[in-house]
């Protein structure tokens, strides 16, 4: 058992390393250099050294070594369905997810002839039968590749055990055998889930299957509160993890005393664990229990890291490209840390001084585990989703009781409600007033000025960096064992004032006119001095949410709010962002076409936030101008017979020294008239229309306009998007062209003297 810290590790490091740096053809060569370094280790090296180094080696070469053979078994039969149709059989892994007419459902593949490939299966007709988890079922699927996604590699898939996508085309009658028994785990979770939304109040239904049973779908549609956990660094609470298992665990001891809680506890830790999914994070958390578990029978002290490496074998060692996920990376880093500081921390803020309040201990313990956890998973956050959460330590503390208060009763409730539902609404009742408070606090500490830094700034990233050679040079300097926190904190502390009024200083002299990466959308930033606008904010075939991308270039530049917001038109790839934008920032006005085509139904739930924040709604349905400092827009309404893509705004948008024309989605026949009105003439700046569309851009249009710089927003798309023969009449004056899917976001800066 001592070993299994080491093992896990180095069978991570070889993992990781066959994932991140070694070229496939190199796989095996790799792991046989590892076994030479095994062998000369034994040879060469004496005592404990020889242990370790032998260790390593070993279990560095297997790590390679599976993911090499995982990558031939599996991949190798993926490619080869990949671009192809056909009828398979299946076993159904999940209970499908549905949103209208859309479904996702994963399964399992049930061929002889071919290895157990996990299949993400979605369906956009509404036609996918009745399904349960376990359930054999014929279908006729599209395979796709999963190692794609919107033109780029991905490791999103495969990382989940994901080894090929498919769109759903028919499917025979679903039956059930043996090997069904085995989803028991599956049909309970639904169970539960129903009895969730059955006893709940609806305000915090969403909030309780997450915290219960990790079906986070509900919070991530809810725009505010999603955003909101993950400025507050609270995302975790969402996130089935230790955390939930020890409230678990917690619960039956109090229930059983705690050494009938290791006899009792384990099969149910176990039960709950599969119910949730196996997710990473999940498994870490049950194999941690179970080591601790293990210890206290024994009559010794547990030791986390021996059972974080045990959970590192048996998660790398079923997928070893699990090692690319994001949470179990998270997971992982954050128990390190824990292991590695929280008790020094905990010693350090009076947790362990004898008289000590009750209530100074839980705070003690609250922050010292919070410091644990981000000591290693700051920079994943950094790096995964670009920013810092300075409330993080705040928000845990103020919040993490009233989470085990709404788990404890939360899951009694929903035990109770699938047996007597009247009682488990009585305990529900009680659960809901903790997740209410929860989310109050959570909201509220998000809107906290500086609640989080982004690494947009590249300055925060430097800020970030340093952070680490401070404490690191701290504990080098007075011993391990003996850092005081007190000089780093505050030079680090010293370092962030400078470098957000710094920022400060330059985001008031700042004038500039930016394209925003959003995939095939478009989202336009407009800045100069204290004021800012957003012309439109949507994008799809993209990883992120185009409200976030915006919100995070805003904020990155310590700008908490905007004047206006204009949507030159309603389609998602203009407008989907918009909801997560005003949940984020604050936005003076929202300005949009009156009387709009609104296919994609995007409206009335715009306007229903609006309403919620305070946002003045302004439908524009005549020519008109808004200025805000050297900020200048003139709106120019539709005409009332246009329809479609056409019945959207025109806008020029000035800054001092840069003019610029924003046409949507308009085409060529609007752009004719729109020259002929003599709207559309001389400017710096053209943003193309329709995202380079041949039916847009046209001639007339770009000999009126006579742009110096043209540039396209798009993304990965099948339209053709941006057309060739539409650059060519865009560059014909000798005009530069950007494309955001070449060049990314697109600033141009100009002298707010002009």
């Given at each position: 058992m001592l070993m299994f810290g080491t093992m896990g590790f180095a069978f991570a490091c070889g993992c990781a390393a066959a994932h991140y740096l070694l070229p496939g053809g190199l796989l095996y060569a790799a792991a046989g250099l590892m076994l030479a370094l095994f062998a000369l280790s034994i040879v060469l090296l004496r005592g404990d050294r020889r242990v370790s180094c032998a260790v390593i080696c070993l279990f560095a070469a297997a790590g390679i070594a599976r993911y090499a053979l995982y990558t031939g078994n599996y991949f190798s039969a993926a490619e080869g369905l990949a671009g192809t149709e056909g009828r398979v059989t299946v076993r159904v892994e999940e209970y499908p997810y549905r949103d209208g007419d859309y479904a996702r459902v994963p399964v399992k593949l049930v061929d002889d002839a071919l290895p157990p490939l996990g299949i993400d299966v979605s369906d956009y007709g509404g036609t996918l039968p009745e399904l349960r988890a376990g359930d054999l079922v014929e279908m006729e699927l599209d395979f796709v590749d999963a190692t794609v996604k919107y033109g780029e590699s991905t490791d999103m898939y495969s990382s989940r055990g994901t080894h090929l996508r498919a769109y759903f085309i028919s499917a025979g009658e679903s039956r059930r055998d043996a090997g069904s028994v085995l989803y028991y785990p599956q049909d309970l979770r639904e169970l539960l889930s129903a009895a969730i939304d059955a006893a709940f109040p609806e305000d915090v239904r969403a909030v309780m299957q997450a915290l219960l049973l990790g079906n986070t779908e509900g919070v991530y549609d809810d725009e505010r509160l999603d955003s909101a956990l993950s400025v507050t660094g609270l995302s975790h609470v969402i996130s089935v993890s230790g955390m939930h298992v020890a409230f678990?665990?917690?619960?039956?001891?109090?229930?059983?005393?705690?050494?009938?809680?290791?006899?009792?506890?384990?099969?149910?830790?176990?039960?709950?664990?599969?119910?949730?999914?196996?997710?990473?994070?999940?498994?870490?958390?049950?194999?941690?229990?179970?080591?601790?578990?293990?210890?206290?029978?024994?009559?010794?002290?547990?030791?986390?890291?021996?059972?974080?490496?045990?959970?590192?074998?048996?998660?790398?060692?079923?997928?070893?490209?699990?090692?690319?996920?994001?949470?179990?990376?998270?997971?992982?880093?954050?128990?390190?840390?824990?292991?590695?500081?929280?008790?020094?921390?905990?010693?350090?803020?009076?947790?362990?001084?004898?008289?000590?309040?009750?209530?100074?201990?839980?705070?003690?313990?609250?922050?010292?585990?919070?410091?644990?956890?981000?000591?290693?998973?700051?920079?994943?956050?950094?790096?995964?989703?670009?920013?810092?959460?300075?409330?993080?330590?705040?928000?845990?503390?103020?919040?993490?009781?009233?989470?085990?208060?709404?788990?404890?009763?939360?899951?009694?409730?929903?035990?109770?409600?699938?047996?007597?539902?009247?009682?488990?609404?009585?305990?529900?009742?009680?659960?809901?007033?903790?997740?209410?408070?929860?989310?109050?606090?959570?909201?509220?500490?998000?809107?906290?000025?500086?609640?989080?830094?982004?690494?947009?700034?590249?300055?925060?990233?430097?800020?970030?960096?340093?952070?680490?050679?401070?404490?690191?040079?701290?504990?080098?300097?007075?011993?391990?064992?003996?850092?005081?926190?007190?000089?780093?904190?505050?030079?680090?502390?010293?370092?962030?004032?400078?470098?957000?009024?710094?920022?400060?200083?330059?985001?008031?002299?700042?004038?500039?006119?930016?394209?925003?990466?959003?995939?095939?959308?478009?989202?336009?930033?407009?800045?100069?001095?204290?004021?800012?606008?957003?012309?439109d904010c949507g994008g799809k075939n993209s990883l992120?949410?185009?409200?976030?991308?915006?919100a995070d270039f805003?904020?990155?530049?310590?700008?908490?709010?905007?004047?206006?917001?204009?949507?030159?038109?309603?389609?998602?790839?203009?407008?989907?962002?918009?909801?997560?934008?005003?949940?984020?920032?604050?936005?003076?006005?929202?300005?949009?076409?009156?009387?709009?085509?609104?296919?994609?139904?995007?409206?009335?739930?715009?306007?229903?936030?609006a309403e919620e924040l305070g946002v003045e709604a302004h439908p524009v349905s005549e020519d008109g101008e808004l200025s805000f400092g050297g900020l200048s827009l003139e709106l120019y309404a539709p005409a009332e017979d246009s329809r479609d893509n056409e019945r959207g705004l025109i806008i020029r948008a000035g800054l001092p020294g840069l003019d610029a024309v924003i046409t949507g989605d308009a085409g060529a026949a609007t752009e004719r008239d729109y020259v002929e009105r003599g709207v559309l003439d001389d400017a710096d700046v053209l943003v193309a229309g329709h995202h380079g569309s041949r039916y847009s851009n046209s001639i007339e249009m770009a000999g009126a306009v006579e742009p110096e710089t043209v540039i396209v927003s798009v993304g990965y798309n099948t339209y053709g998007h941006p057309a060739e023969e539409a650059l060519d009449r865009l560059a014909f004056k000798g005009a530069r062209i950007f494309r955001t899917d070449l060049n990314g976001t697109v600033t141009i800066r100009t002298d707010q003297d002009g």
């Open positions: 678990l665990f917690t619960m039956i001891s109090q229930l059983l005393g705690r050494r009938r809680a290791v006899f009792f506890g384990a099969p149910v830790i176990v039960l709950f664990t599969l119910m949730v999914g196996c997710t990473p994070a999940a498994v870490r958390a049950c194999v941690m229990q179970l080591f601790s578990m293990l210890a206290l029978y024994r009559g010794s002290m547990p030791d986390g890291v021996h059972g974080l490496g045990a959970a590192l074998l048996l998660l790398l060692g079923m997928n070893p490209y699990s090692v690319a996920s994001v949470s179990l990376q998270l997971s992982f880093a954050a128990v390190l840390g824990m292991e590695q500081a929280s008790y020094r921390a905990y010693v350090r803020l009076g947790g362990r001084v004898k008289g000590v309040s009750p209530a100074r201990r839980f705070a003690a313990a609250s922050l010292s585990s919070t410091v644990g956890a981000i000591i290693y998973t700051t920079p994943i956050v950094a790096w995964y989703f670009g920013y810092v959460s300075l409330i993080s330590p705040i928000a845990n503390l103020l919040t993490l009781w009233a989470v085990s208060l709404a788990f404890n009763l939360g899951f009694a409730a929903a035990i109770v409600s699938a047996a007597v539902l009247p009682l488990g609404a009585v305990l529900a009742w009680a659960a809901a007033w903790p997740a209410r408070l929860f989310v109050f606090a959570a909201e509220l500490l998000a809107q906290a000025p500086y609640a989080a830094v982004y690494t947009a700034d590249g300055t925060t990233v430097l800020w970030l960096a340093a952070t680490y050679v401070f404490f690191i040079a701290a504990l080098k300097l007075r011993g391990e064992g003996k850092l005081r926190f007190a000089a780093p904190a505050i030079c680090s502390a010293a370092l962030l004032a400078a470098v957000l009024i710094s920022a400060r200083a330059e985001s008031a002299r700042e004038s500039s006119f930016s394209v925003l990466d959003v995939g095939q959308g478009q989202s336009i930033a407009l800045i100069c001095g204290e004021n800012a606008a957003i012309i992120d949410n185009a409200g976030d991308t915006a805003l904020l990155s530049r310590g700008r908490r709010g905007i004047d206006a917001l204009v949507l030159t038109h309603l389609h998602d790839d203009h407008a989907n962002g918009v909801l997560r934008l005003m949940y984020r920032v604050d936005v003076g006005g929202l300005y949009y076409p009156d009387n709009a085509e609104d296919a994609d139904g995007d409206l009335a739930v715009i306007l229903a936030a």
